[in-house]
């Protein structure tokens, strides 16, 4: 019976496909799952633990994209067959869409006997991805606030994670950030394996560490930093019990960072090398290597993953505009955007100022209140940045906002991406680089145009 309805699940979900494909409405990639889902509730389950090599599972407000990008890099170097919900969406619809287009008409996926799943989950998809994929490795990269009108609290992040975990197999490895103690905490009352991860270089240490999302320890206790890499995320230790960064297995150290590339020590596997940059990518990365090896994934495979990997859609992605160089880094949130800042410093350091545009949007996948740009801290780039252009549909906010952190005045001040592009021709010439920040809507925009212009370039997908 349960067969039944999955294959019945199966065929209206790919009629659903044929029919979005049919009517051009854009990508399609959740309608399918949707679908499915209406007819089988237990599609995911019942699709997905047939893959019986087990299912890995990667979530966190920043990184999971990229961690799960090297993750897939590193099954296709050990030559292990996997599905993963890559163009889908990272919530259940999304996972259901994955599934299904692998699937045949009678409700099975052809070889899943042999493969592995890899699954990218949203935060608060969480507990029904893990009731119901039952995944052998969870990772998680991270716990930043993000967009405020989205999930509010971390602390509702935090409660949907433990919920999670309650219904997670015992035998299931956990991947934690060491150096993030909100992260940390998932461990506790955690009887099952757990495989850490976190950075060992001193080099990275900063005092301008930016906005911290950090909770208190479950004792009530506040968190001390003997180093601190970023926001709450560095070696930290409770001020009133005994809980502190735990020894993390995996471990970057001697890490070098570079325009589009990065490469570091990890014990066991020498200096890897990858094209991600910015500490949170070398972060990422750990995250991935962690993951592969709770998997049980060769080294070789793991290096091969890093090496192979190319950035996501507007992350670290360069397009060539007219001779310029347009460095697309996509930051949703505040955390997201001061570790950019953060690359952009160290980089100002060795090429001298730099030129920046940064682009806000308000809609719905933004997050319609602008007013976490508050909580970025542009001050890290004050007297480092030469020239800059504000766009999107809030350019004025940023306007404000980099006027109290001491920028210069913006070259153009403009909603329209084609004015934007048109400004930085003229204040730029061929060689040079510009570094984009835009939220994610605004990304979409700018693309569109450059399209047009038939300048885009890079890892489009
Ligand atoms: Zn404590």
Redesign the pocket.
């Known amino acids: 019976m349960t067969r039944i309805r999955t294959s019945a699940a199966v065929v209206a979900g790919k009629a659903a496909g044929v029919a979005t494909r049919v009517l051009r409405r854009g990508g399609g990639t959740a309608l399918p799952g949707l679908v499915a889902e209406r007819v089988d509730p237990r599609l995911v389950a019942n699709l997905g633990r047939t893959l019986g090599r087990g299912r890995v599972m990667v979530t966190g407000t920043n990184g999971k994209t990229t961690t799960s990008r090297i993750i897939a890099a590193a099954f296709d170097a050990a030559g292990v067959p996997y599905v993963h919900n890559r163009e889908g969406s990272n919530l259940m619809r999304g996972m259901a869409s994955t599934l299904l287009s692998r699937a045949n008409l009678a409700g099975a996926i052809p070889g899943a006997k042999n493969a592995a799943g890899l699954f990218e989950a949203d935060e608060a998809t969480m507990p029904a991805a893990v009731a119901a994929l039952q995944p052998r490795v969870i990772a998680f990269t991270n716990l930043f606030r993000d967009q405020l009108d989205r999930y509010g609290e971390v602390d509702t992040v935090m409660t949907l994670w433990q919920r999670a975990l309650a219904a997670a197999s015992r035998d299931a490895t956990l991947v934690l950030n060491a150096d993030d103690p909100s992260v940390a905490e998932l461990a506790i009352g955690w009887s099952g394996p757990v495989h850490w991860f976190g950075i060992d270089d001193a080099a990275f240490a900063s005092e301008a560490a930016g906005a911290s999302d950090a909770r208190w320890?479950?004792?009530g206790?506040d968190y001390r930093y003997d180093r601190r890499y970023f926001a709450h995320v560095g070696w930290w230790r409770?001020a009133?019990?005994d809980?502190t960064r735990p020894d993390p297995a995996t471990s970057a150290h001697a890490i070098e960072l570079d325009l589009d590339h990065a490469s570091f020590e990890v014990d066991g596997l020498g200096r890897v090398e990858t094209p991600l940059t910015g500490l949170y990518n070398v972060s990422n990365a750990l995250a991935a290597v962690a993951a592969c090896r709770a998997f049980g994934l060769p080294s070789e495979a793991i290096r091969g993953g890093l090496r192979a990997v190319r950035p996501a859609f507007g992350r670290q992605e360069v397009v060539n505009l007219e001779g310029r160089s347009l460095r697309l880094f996509l930051a949703k949130n505040p955390a997201g955007a001061n570790q950019v800042l953060l690359l952009l410093r160290e980089l100002s350091r060795r090429r001298g100022p730099l030129k920046v545009a940064l682009l806000l949007n308000d809609r719905f996948a933004d997050g319609q209140d602008v007013s976490w740009i508050w909580d970025v801290d542009h001050e890290l780039l004050t007297g480092a940045v030469e020239a800059w252009w504000a766009g999107g549909d809030r350019a004025e906010d940023l306007a404000v906002r980099l006027k109290y952190a001491g920028w210069p005045a913006p070259l153009l001040v403009d909603h329209a991406p084609g004015a934007l592009l048109d400004a930085i021709l003229r204040g730029t010439a061929p060689g040079e680089d510009v570094f984009v920040i835009p939220t994610y809507t605004v990304m979409l925009d700018l693309r569109q145009e450059l399209f047009e212009r038939h300048a885009v370039a890079g890892a489009m997908e």
């Open positions: 320890c479950p004792c206790g409770c009133s019990c809980r």
